[in-house]
């Protein structure tokens, strides 16, 4: 137990310590007296990025030997990982947007409307983010490469059975979607936080960004897939049967090709294990981390937007030809998916140039400015909403214009993926970033992608009530619905804007915390009592020198 007799020097509570230890031991306590403070302002170089970067291109070769000594992992091993990762990623979204690419003809075939559609996406992104926190906990604490193998195996034995529901069975297949979501969650929180801690700085953006290539990539491969072999099969079913035979090779891979690296050992530069906290104690954590909540509301934007357009955009530019007239009705089941095919590439070329684009500005721009990254993110973003917002109404007037507008607006809209991914883990403790990646997953689909699909499809359905049934009113009614994105984007932007804000700070108060030079307060710490003009006041023992 400490008594007041071994206290010295302490003045009044709130100034700083004084002490006979010296300047070293005064700037020590100093980073356990106050929180780091941000005082660099938005738009202008911090004093210290200049020597950062002659630090970061001096270190390069012996900060990769060091990370392969603490690892034990060669980097052309490392690489391999990422690129397993990767295919798996792809995996996922291919899966996902297998559906959206041939959505015209399962509302043949089950004879739903535009809101039954969207519940489709809606069912799959609820089940994913109320299992995320679940997997982010067990990712934080257990091995992840098993939970991975284990949640995959699960989603590819599912989507090959929603593949054999019958006609009359809607509402199994919904119970399908749903639970595709369990192999989706476990993967997409844990894989980012196995990069993390295999690389740090530099590469380790830019194994994001090759790793977030997956997501346009992926669900522009989806809409292909879902439309090319449905075209060559002759029955959309075998469109939902590609992905489990490659979900079996990418288990396989994972099993025989990953390795699982220790947990925050290139940023500790040592073998000695981090601390884990309880799961109260980090949610409290993350709670309070401004960078982590704010980051996370702008990318539920994106989320609501990418969502929205992911799902739509095919029946939206469909509908389009038909209300214009230069596509005539096609029998039942034959509907055609030339749009699905053309929104895919699409979506794969926008995703390459956007997300490489972004990790490469945001790179270049770090030199002069800290605060990039969430800049980078609010400039997509806000970029991309008049260029969506054409897209939408000169639909009409010209297929042409519509392409190149969402060609534009998507680029856009990319640049955000790899970047969001990087702040979460330079903001957010290596203990805590499976859970970090999980809520943020909860977040940005709860507000965003969950309910996004079928709150399109519901106003479309609301605004056609009160018309006349025809191929015009279609268009019009889910033309009108796609506005609500623009207005989203809007907000989203004005929170990565926030972000700028404070992601210096919070990015300093991790590093100092990995490397043990700031002290994190707890609720639950041994307090003293130091007199104060007369009264007893409590101040934490980590604040007084002894």
Same mark, same amino acid.
Not at 30 to 38: E, I, R
Not at 473 to 496: D, Q, T
């Given at each position: 137990?400490?008594?007041?007799?071994?206290?010295?020097?302490?003045?009044?509570?709130?100034?700083?310590?004084?002490?006979?230890?010296?300047?070293?031991?005064?700037?020590?306590?100093?980073?356990?007296?106050?929180?780091?403070?941000?005082?660099?302002?938005?738009?202008?170089?911090?004093?210290?990025?200049?020597?950062?970067?002659?630090?970061?291109?001096?270190?390069?070769?012996?900060?990769?030997?060091?990370?392969?000594?603490?690892?034990?992992?060669?980097?052309?091993?490392?690489?391999?990982?990422? !690129?397993? %990762?990767?295919? &798996?990623?792809?995996?996922? @979204? #291919?899966?996902?947007?297998?559906?959206? /690419?041939? =959505?015209? +003809?399962?509302?043949?075939?089950?004879?739903?409307?535009?809101?039954?559609? !969207?519940? %489709?996406?809606? &069912?799959?992104?609820?089940? @994913? #983010?109320?299992?995320?926190?679940?997997? /982010?906990? =067990?990712? +934080?604490?257990?091995?992840?490469?098993?939970?991975?193998?284990?949640?995959?195996?699960?989603?590819?034995? &599912?989507?090959?059975?929603?593949?054999?529901?019958?006609?009359?069975?809607?509402?199994? =297949?919904?119970?399908?979607?749903?639970?595709?979501?369990?192999?989706?969650?476990?993967?997409?929180?844990?894989?980012?936080?196995?990069?993390?801690?295999?690389?740090?700085?530099?590469?380790?953006?830019?194994? =994001?960004?090759?790793?977030?290539?997956?997501?346009?990539?992926?669900?522009?491969?989806?809409?292909?897939?879902?439309?090319?072999?449905?075209?060559?099969?002759?029955?959309?079913?075998?469109?939902?049967?590609?992905?489990?035979?490659?979900?079996?090779?990418?288990?396989?891979?994972?099993?025989?090709?990953?390795?699982?690296?220790?947990?925050?050992?290139?940023?500790?530069?040592?073998?000695?294990?981090?601390?884990?906290?309880?799961?109260?104690?980090?949610?409290?954590?993350?709670?309070?981390?401004?960078?982590?909540?704010?980051?996370?509301?702008?990318?539920?934007?994106?989320?609501?937007?990418?969502?929205?357009?992911?799902?739509?955009?095919?029946?939206?530019?469909?509908?389009?030809?038909?209300?214009?007239?230069?596509?005539?009705?096609?029998?039942?089941?034959?509907?055609?998916?030339?749009?699905?095919?053309?929104?895919?590439?699409?979506?794969?070329?926008?995703?390459?140039?956007?997300?490489?684009?972004?990790?490469?500005?945001?790179?270049?721009?770090?030199?002069?400015?800290?605060?990039?990254?969430?800049?980078?993110?609010?400039?997509?973003?806000?970029?991309?909403?008049?260029?969506?917002?054409?897209?939408?109404?000169?639909?009409?007037?010209?297929?042409?214009?519509?392409?190149?507008?969402?060609?534009?607006?998507?680029?856009?809209?990319?640049?955000?993926?790899?970047?969001?991914?990087?702040?979460?883990?330079?903001?957010?403790?290596?203990?805590?970033?499976?859970?970090?990646?999980?809520?943020?997953?909860?977040?940005?689909?709860?507000?965003?992608?969950?309910?996004?699909?079928?709150?399109?499809?519901?106003?479309?359905?609301?605004?056609?009530?009160?018309?006349?049934?025809?191929?015009?009113?279609?268009?019009?009614?889910?033309?009108?619905?796609?506005?609500?994105?623009?207005?989203?984007?809007?907000?989203?932007?004005?929170?990565?804007?926030?972000?700028?804000?404070?992601?210096?700070?919070?990015?300093?108060?991790?590093?100092?915390?990995?490397?043990?030079?700031?002290?994190?307060?707890?609720?639950?710490?041994?307090?003293?009592?130091?007199?104060?003009?007369?009264?007893?006041?409590?101040?934490?023992?980590?604040?007084?020198?002894?």
């Amino acid at each position: 137990m400490l008594s007041v007799s071994s206290l010295v020097a302490v003045g009044r509570v709130g100034d700083r310590p004084r002490s006979l230890g010296g300047p070293f031991l005064s700037r020590a306590m100093a980073s356990q007296w106050q929180p780091y403070s941000d005082t660099a302002p938005i738009l202008t170089q911090a004093d210290d990025t200049e020597e950062e970067k002659k630090d970061g291109l001096q270190s390069g070769h012996k900060e990769e030997e060091e990370v392969q000594t603490l690892t034990g992992i060669s980097s052309t091993h490392a690489g391999f990982i990422v !690129g397993v %990762l990767c295919f &798996v990623n792809l995996l996922n @979204y #291919m899966d996902r947007f297998t559906v959206a /690419g041939v =959505l015209p +003809d399962i509302e043949d075939f089950f004879k739903i409307d535009d809101s039954k559609s !969207g519940l %489709l996406q809606t &069912v799959f992104i609820s089940s @994913y #983010m109320v299992l995320a926190p679940i997997f /982010g906990y =067990l990712g +934080d604490r257990y091995n992840r490469k098993y939970l991975m193998c284990i949640g995959i195996t699960f989603w590819s034995i &599912v989507t090959l059975g929603s593949s054999y529901i019958p006609q009359e069975l809607f509402w199994l =297949l919904l119970v399908t979607r749903g639970l595709v979501g369990v192999g989706e969650a476990s993967y997409s929180t844990i894989a980012p936080t196995i990069i993390a801690d295999l690389f740090v700085g530099d590469r380790r953006s830019r194994m =994001l960004s090759i790793f977030y290539f997956a997501i346009p990539v992926g669900s522009g491969l989806g809409y292909i897939a879902g439309s090319k072999v449905k075209d060559v099969a002759g029955d959309w079913h075998w469109a939902l049967r590609v992905t489990p035979v490659l979900g079996a090779l990418a288990v396989i891979l994972l099993i025989t090709v990953v390795r699982e690296p220790p947990r925050g050992t290139v940023e500790t530069h040592s073998d000695v294990p981090l601390q884990y906290t309880s799961w109260a104690t980090d949610l409290g954590a993350l709670s309070r981390n401004r960078s982590f909540i704010l980051s996370s509301l702008g990318f539920t934007a994106v989320a609501f937007v990418t969502g929205s357009l992911a799902l739509w955009t095919p029946t939206f530019l469909h509908r389009s030809r038909l209300a214009s007239g230069s596509l005539q009705p096609a029998p039942t089941g034959k509907a055609s998916n030339s749009d699905s095919l053309i929104f895919g590439v699409i979506t794969c070329v926008t995703g390459v140039l956007g997300v490489s684009a972004g990790v490469e500005i945001s790179r270049r721009w770090r030199r002069t400015n800290p605060r990039a990254d969430p800049l980078v993110c609010a400039t997509g973003l806000l970029g991309s909403v008049p260029f969506l917002f054409l897209a939408v109404v000169s639909a009409q007037q010209s297929i042409v214009a519509t392409y190149v507008f969402i060609f534009i607006g998507e680029t856009l809209l990319s640049l955000n993926w790899a970047i969001v991914a990087d702040m979460l883990l330079y903001v957010v403790i290596p203990t805590r970033r499976s859970t970090a990646e999980a809520f943020q997953i909860l977040l940005s689909h709860l507000l965003g992608d969950a309910g996004s699909p079928y709150l399109i499809g519901l106003i479309s359905d609301q605004i056609q009530r009160d018309r006349p049934i025809s191929y015009l009113s279609e268009f019009r009614s889910l033309e009108y619905a796609l506005m609500v994105c623009a207005f989203v984007g809007v907000i989203g932007g004005g929170f990565f804007l926030a972000t700028a804000c404070f992601i210096q700070a919070d990015r300093k108060r991790t590093e100092l915390y990995v490397q043990g030079q700031f002290h994190e307060p707890s609720e639950r710490e041994d307090r003293i009592v130091v007199p104060q003009h007369g009264r007893s006041t409590k101040v934490p023992v980590s604040s007084v020198l002894i």
